[in-house]
Nanobody, 125 residues
Framework: QVQLVESGGGLVQTGGSLRLSCAAS????????MGWFRQAPGKDREFVAA????????YYADSVKGRFTISIDNAKNTVYLQMNTLKPEDTAVYYC??????????????????WGQGTQVTVSS
């Protein structure tokens, strides 16, 4: 079982940037596809971005495309989410997720096997 720990959340003004990190430990990290999700108060958890273990395949939710970048460092067993041009509507708890299912299944959450504990991102207007 892989364990995931997120970090890097915080308070930022509109237009600012943050980089979230997700460190994986436990069983071998290889062959796990990774994703980022977020959940705002009173709303369902939603997909943000996903990346294959190789880093060769990735995709984003339309709401963050062009502003967020997901990346993976296999040597460090860490996935990153660089968030630029942040907006108040990006305010949420951000969760890291992992699974061996196909990348598309990660995006729908059906293929997620492990969740991190979440990190709060707050964007002030």
């Amino acid at each position: 079982q892989v364990q995931l720990v997120e970090s890097g959340g915080g308070l930022v003004q509109t237009g600012g940037s943050l980089r979230l990190s997700c460190a994986a430990s436990g069983r071998t990290f290889s062959n796990y596809n990774m994703g980022w999700f977020r959940q705002a108060p009173g709303k369902d958890r939603e997909f943000v971005a996903a990346i294959s273990w190789s880093g060769g395949f990735l995709y984003y939710a339309d709401s963050v495309k062009g502003r967020f970048t997901i990346s993976i460092d296999n040597a460090k067993n860490t996935v990153y989410l660089q968030m630029n041009t942040l907006k108040p509507e990006d305010t949420a708890v951000y969760y890291c997720a992992a699974g061996k299912a196909p990348l598309s299944s990660i995006g729908t959450m059906s293929g997620v096997q492990t969740w991190g504990q979440g990190t709060q991102v707050t964007v002030s207007s």
